[in-house]
């Protein structure tokens, strides 16, 4: 038990994408602060897109972010094909959900696994679970592999891909590599269905926690690139009107900005997508889930890693169903035809809801660019998670616990300092 | 056929990039070699988990990677197992997760190849004394040496 006063800090919280604080501090027992910091400093990008061409932009954009460059490609392209009024034709988009299976599959793959994975089973990393879980880990291991040849054929290389354009691709795989990729697909969907069963039996605390879910809805599909902004709420919002609902703020203890709906925190990534879209997945799957103890929707946040399994699942079944349909283009890209406008592109990264505006001149050249990327919009809601959780256990726990469980609830979120700027060190003081 | 690896590892910026170099440099200079068939030159950005999916393929795996520790700029270290590299503690790889982690992780899944062999050339981690074009050229001679020799 702990002093009823004391300052805990976490100076570097481990296994999320970049690097990050968390200051708590304890008075009376009770939380008087705490404070999820951003300290990297901003990356400037949006100042730094100013004056550049719609494809410039699409091949920087993907730096932003190592693990989803493909969301912030694909946010992007929509943006610039929204001010040229380019509408891309079916085999364009197809080839978009088939990126972004890709991205799905590479991101889920490592958090599941690598980084997830051992706060549920009980290991400090990855690498002493490995010892007891080979296989579970050579499963991840496998499936971000897989994840990473579909990134690789349509943007040409995994890591910060260069294949994707304003109006398509500048190239069309060939009908043979589809081919061999849509074979080892096939050969391996079991894994994915296992990955799904595997962690539908994973032991989860039992919470329920009142938070708002946000995420893209498409009339017909799971969202990925395209669709209206929802919450579970009643939001229901073109993509134009972001700004009119969603709110970003800065908070003087970090770098990253805060963004809010209507004033309060919202969760998105692939627990609010599948809390939103649950209709949308396909019985496979969605009969494995009603097998088990757990519904969605699910306001229980650790329910997070379930998602991502489903969305790993659903990301190879509809990447087999998109290669098997695989016909070779007239031309793998629109031609564009810049003009002055203003445009907007949201689509969903792994992370959860990507939002892109920018402005061009007659020449097409970026005037004003804006992003609102995932962690930003969770950071909030991280905060409040951690309050809800921490009030609960401080009066019993350690601050070793407190450190250990306040590093395991960050996670869980998958946040990706790389993008917000970057993530965690933690300090507590009560 | 014994299929052989050519692993290098780095980031673009500074002299991380030293693999991507010699990898680019090796590749050209061992196409009219005798083994120019049995050698498949890949580099990566980081070495990150898919280095083990990657490896899979080959019997025998030549890592190349940037490493810093207190020998002279351009100096090339070679470690004929995972465990002779682990042994060298004074080491440091150039990266946050770095490659001992991943090979570790694929010697605890026995993921590892039959064969390998890694090459670590020092670095400045200042930038403050690059690798010259020259010392690059005497790199690729020691190393495709050591590549030929071990086939």
């Not at chain 1, 595997?198 to 395209?226: G, R, T």
């Not at chain 1, 097998?291 to 699910?298: A, L």
Request: net charge negative; hydrophobic share 40%.
């Amino acid at each position: 038990m702990n002093d009823q006063n004391t300052t805990i800090n976490i100076p570097v919280i481990a296994r999320v994408e970049g690097e990050g604080a968390l200051d708590l501090q304890i008075r009376d027992g009770k939380i008087y602060q705490l404070q999820l910091k951003i300290y990297e400093p901003p990356r400037l990008f949006e100042k730094f897109l100013i004056g550049r061409e719609p494809n410039e932009v699409v091949d920087a954009v993907a730096r932003i972010c190592g693990i989803c460059p493909v969301a912030y490609q694909m946010s992007s392209v929509h943006a610039f094909e929204s001010i040229f009024a380019m509408k891309p034709d079916n085999w364009v988009r197809q080839m978009r959900r088939l990126f972004y299976c890709g991205e799905w599959m590479e991101s889920h793959g490592i958090h599941v696994h690598m980084l997830a994975a051992p706060d549920f089973l009980g290991y400090d990393s990855v690498l002493t679970m490995a010892k007891d879980y080979p296989e579970v880990v050579k499963r991840g291991m496998r499936l971000h592999a897989l994840g990473m040849e579909l990134m690789s054929l349509l943007g040409k290389r995994s890591v910060h891909p260069v294949g994707a354009c304003v109006g398509g691709f500048y190239a069309a795989p060939s009908m043979r590599e589809v081919k061999r990729i849509l074979e080892c697909f096939k050969a391996n969907l079991s894994l994915a269905q296992d990955l799904v069963t595997w962690a539908l039996s994973l032991p989860f605390p039992d919470e329920k926690q009142d938070f708002i879910s946000v995420s893209l809805q498409h009339p017909h599909e799971y969202p990925m690139n395209e669709g209206v902004i929802v919450s579970d709420h009643g939001l229901n919002i073109q993509i134009h009107e972001f700004e009119q609902h969603f709110k970003e703020s800065q908070v003087p203890y970090s770098n990253a900005l805060h963004c809010r709906l209507h004033d309060r925190s919202y969760l998105v990534g692939p627990l609010a997508r599948v809390n939103l879209n649950y209709d949308k997945l396909p019985t496979q799957i969605t009969q494995l889930i009603e097998k088990s103890n757990i519904h969605f929707p699910s306001q229980n946040m650790f329910h997070s890693i379930v998602a991502r399994c489903i969305e790993i699942y659903y990301s190879m079944l509809e990447a087999i169903c998109i290669m098997q349909d695989y016909n070779l283009p007239e031309k793998a890209a629109l031609s564009m035809t810049p003009k002055a406008g203003i445009g907007f592109g949201c689509t969903e990264a792994p992370r959860g809801l990507l939002w892109h505006q920018y402005e061009t001149d007659e020449a097409g050249l970026v005037t004003f660019s804006k992003i609102v990327p995932p962690t930003s919009q969770n950071q909030a809601r991280i905060e409040e998670n951690l309050i809800w959780q921490l009030s609960r256990e401080i009066p019993h726990a350690t601050n070793a616990q407190l450190r250990e469980h306040s590093e395991k609830i960050i996670r869980n979120y998958d946040p990706c300092i790389s993008c917000s700027t970057h993530f965690l060190k933690i300090k507590v003081d009560r | 056929m014994l299929l052989v690896g050519v692993v290098g590892v780095g980031s673009p910026f500074g002299d991380d990039n030293i693999a991507q170099r010699v990898i680019t440099q090796l590749q050209r200079e061992s196409q009219h070699k005798k083994s120019a068939d049995k050698l498949v030159f890949e580099y990566f950005d980081r070495p990150g988990i898919h280095l083990l999916e990657y490896m899979k393929a080959f019997d025998r795996v030549h890592l190349i990677d940037a490493i810093v520790s207190d020998s002279p700029v351009g100096t090339i270290h070679h470690f004929d197992s995972f465990d002779s590299f682990q042994k060298h503690k004074q080491i440091l790889s150039s990266h946050d997760f770095d490659i001992v982690q991943v090979l570790k992780l694929g010697q605890i899944l026995n993921l590892l190849p039959k064969a390998l062999m890694i090459h670590g050339i020092e670095i400045d981690p200042n930038h403050e004394l690059p690798v010259k074009v020259g010392q690059i050229d005497k790199l690729c001679k020691e190393l495709l040496m050591m590549i030929e020799r071990a086939i």
